[in-house]
């Protein structure tokens, strides 16, 4: 069974409840569909009821069991306007923003998970990963030993003769676009929890670069190395490695040569790039040219679970973004 497959079946075992705050987008609407027939989670819309239905009248989806929930006439509005304010408030929020914010589509979503009335959150289909990933972190909070929210990919590139499908996980490729060390260190550790959670095995951890232990040197290489001690520091029971090129990371052969000796050269299944113009370059030419399958951004770093979208998106990137929120959110 392929991991693709095996996540579903986590997320129907898990029976979450997720909320999907662009309900008025017909992929959207495809996908709670798919979800709901195929029992990987509770679903609720969120938009206005009655476009909701003319969309789905117009592209034949059925609404059957999804629930739908318009915030600008919810009762729980109000609730959740408190909710939010008492979390805006230090930062200078006013109780009317809050109000107004808590009646918009991304941030009564987000409520609804910070509220217990829904494990998990999705968006960004239709909304920047900005406007997506500010709602979470001010209606959701960070995670009580998080600093920074971050994400990471679930890349899956597909088998070949001789050769098992591979699953890897890319960090960051969609967040923190410049981090020091100790927020690289923070990615690194968050990353790999989230490997053992989602591959089921072993971390194996690579901080990538262009360098491979010391074969250059340049002020750019320090943070990496900062960030290797920081995370040994931290997490003593953590296979990881670095600074490692990218073929020193995942071919066996050059890290004999490379990095011999090293725990995680050439086995590491999370790779941890050391800004996001390199991190996001990689997932997209891996998901390009080796047809590789790219879940993400994946959310890390909340004190529950809301997760991103890519704008370009697919009826079935959501359904599999839903099962991965599950998961979390168990």
């Known amino acids: 069974m392929n991991l693709l497959n095996t996540l579903k079946n986590r997320a129907r075992s898990a029976a979450k409840h997720i909320v999907l705050a662009e309900g008025q987008d017909p992929r959207v609407i495809a996908a709670a569909e798919i979800i709901?027939?195929?029992s990987l989670a509770k679903i609720t819309l969120i938009g206005q009821p009655a476009k909701i239905e003319a969309l789905a009248k117009e592209i034949r989806a059925n609404l059957n069991g999804i629930i739908i929930q318009d915030p600008s006439s919810s009762s729980r509005a109000n609730h959740y306007a408190q909710i939010l304010h008492e979390r805006r408030r230090s930062k200078g929020a006013k109780e009317e923003e809050s109000q107004s914010n808590a009646r918009s589509p991304l941030y009564f979503a987000n409520l609804m998970v910070a509220a217990n009335q829904a494990d998990g959150a999705l968006a960004g289909a239709a909304n920047s990963s900005a406007d997506t990933v500010r709602a979470a972190i001010q209606s959701i909070g960070?995670?009580?030993?998080?600093k920074i929210v971050s994400s990471f990919f679930l890349m899956i590139i597909p088998a070949k003769i001789n050769?098992?499908?591979?699953?890897?996980?890319?960090?960051?490729c969609g967040i923190v676009p410049d981090p020091n060390a100790q927020e690289l260190a923070e990615i690194a550790i968050a990353t790999a929890d989230n490997a053992n959670n989602f591959l089921e095995a072993e971390p194996k951890v690579a901080l990538l670069s262009f360098s491979t232990k010391g074969s250059a040197n340049h002020p750019n290489l320090e943070k990496i190395r900062e960030a290797l001690k920081i995370t040994k520091a931290r997490r003593p029971d953590l296979i990881i490695d670095g600074e490692l090129q990218a073929d020193a990371a995942l071919i066996p052969e050059i890290a004999e040569t490379k990095a011999k000796g090293s725990q995680a050269a050439g086995r590491a299944n999370?790779?941890?790039?050391?800004?996001?113009n390199s991190g996001n370059i990689a997932y997209k030419l891996v998901e390009r040219l080796a047809n590789a399958k790219a879940?993400?951004?994946i959310l890390q770093g909340l004190a529950k679970p809301?997760?991103?979208?890519?704008r370009g998106c697919t009826t079935e990137d959501i359904v599999n973004a839903v099962a991965?929120?599950?998961?979390?959110?168990?």
Do not use: C, H, Y
């Open 324 to 330: 991965i929120t599950s998961i979390q959110a168990k």
């Open 270 to 276: 999370v790779l941890i790039f050391p800004d996001l």
């Open 36 to 38: 709901i027939r195929d």
């Open 142 to 146: 960070l995670a009580p030993d998080s």
């Open 295 to 297: 879940i993400g951004p």
């Open 306 to 310: 809301s997760n991103d979208l890519s």
């Open 163 to 172: 050769q098992e499908e591979t699953t890897l996980l890319f960090a960051d």
